[in-house]
Nanobody
Framework: QVQLVESGGGLVQAGGSLRLSCAAS????????MGWYRQAPGKQRELVAA???????NYADSVKGRFTISRDNAKNTVYLQMNSLKPEDTAVYYC????????????WGQGTQVTVSS
């Protein structure tokens, strides 16, 4: 079992910044990719940013230039630095990790609320 624990969400005014963290723990041999998704009320969950073990990144068009994903491999932790936040960034943000442990895994965190006020 691989567990993901997120932190760093909260309430911020438009134009502000937040930094999300997600730490993976459990039976982990290697993590191939970690990423962040978000789900706003009434909308489908969508990819925000992803980072592979090789360093490749993928961002949603709506966050390019404002959000930065990074990773501390030694700590099995992924971060999402969110700058210039907009009210439309309001959502529950979920961490995701894919890799190999006892078996291959794809795990999700419990989610952390990000609310951006106008």
């Amino acid at each position: 079992q691989v567990q993901l624990v997120e932190s760093g969400g909260g309430l911020v005014q438009a134009g502000g910044s937040l930094r999300l963290s997600c730490a993976a723990s459990g039976s982990i041999f290697s993590i191939n990719a970690m990423g962040w998704y978000r789900q706003a009320p009434g909308k489908q969950r969508e990819l925000v940013a992803a980072l592979t073990s090789g360093g490749s990144t993928n961002y949603a068009d709506s966050v390019k230039g404002r959000f930065t994903i990074s990773r501390d491999n030694a700590k099995n932790t992924v971060y999402l630095q969110m700058n210039s936040l907009k009210p439309e960034d309001t959502a529950v943000y979920y961490c995701n990790a894919e890799g190999v442990g006892v078996i291959t895994f794809r795990s999700w965190g419990q989610g952390t609320q990000v609310t951006v006020s106008s």
